[in-house]
């Protein structure tokens, strides 16, 4: 299943994820944002539960933003779980 999503407080303008049967995450693309740090996300959770993910990115903050790209990549993560 691809979930596709739409980060805010960020720099990204959209997060795109897909997790098999398992919950397992098969991809992650950001879309904007800082090239090197988010595809260092992706790379970093490909392969891994979406649940686990989930509570390692939530609440990370950027920069005083309140949020950051790994916390939005957690949102998306819960959706898709909602969704699934």
């Given at each position: 299943m691809v979930h596709n999503f739409r980060p805010t407080g960020v720099c990204s303008r959209q997060i795109q994820v897909e997790l098999d049967d398992n919950?397992?995450?098969k991809s992650c693309r950001f879309v904007g944002g800082?090239?090197?740090n988010t595809t260092g996300i992706s790379s970093?959770?490909?392969?891994m539960d979406a649940q686990e993910a989930i509570e390692r990115l939530r609440g990370i903050d950027?920069?005083?933003?309140?949020t950051s790209c790994p916390d939005q990549?957690?949102?998306?993560?819960?959706?898709?779980l909602e969704m699934n």
């Open positions: 919950n397992t995450i800082c090239a090197g970093l959770v490909k392969g950027c920069g005083g933003r309140g990549l957690a949102i998306a993560l819960e959706e898709a």
